[in-house]
């Protein structure tokens, strides 16, 4: 079982930048696809962003060129960096991998606002 925490949220103006984290603990860190989703309110969750055990990289075409996902394997972590913030990237963010992509953090809410 793999267990996620996520921090780094909050609110930011328009084209400033927030850096999320999520923290693994539990399960071969090294070797699972890491993400991050997102899902505003009343929307769907979307993906947003992720990670192969070796650091393939994959963004959704709404975020590409302003967020970038990347992780360290030895202290188990995966961050997400997001420049150029627009009101539509605010939404809860939530970090998931695991063996199946299936394990879930609680989320962190970013509120992009001026």
């Known amino acids: 079982q793999v267990q996620l925490v996520e921090s780094g949220g909050g609110l930011v103006q328009p084209g400033g930048s927030l850096r999320l984290s999520c923290a693994a603990s539990g399960g071969i860190f090294r070797i699972y696809t890491m993400g991050w989703y997102r899902q505003a309110t009343g929307k769907q969750r979307d993906l947003v962003a992720t990670?192969?055990?070796?650091?393939?990289?994959n963004y959704a075409e709404a975020v590409k060129g302003r967020f970038t996902i990347s992780r360290d394997n030895t202290k188990r972590t995966v961050t997400l960096q997001m420049d150029s913030l627009k009101p539509e990237d605010t939404a809860v963010y939530y970090c998931?991998?695991?063996?199946?992509?299936?394990?879930w953090g609680q989320g962190t809410q970013v509120t992009v606002s001026s």
């Open positions: 990670i192969t055990g070796a650091g393939r990289t």
């Open positions: 998931v991998g695991g063996p199946s992509f299936n394990s």
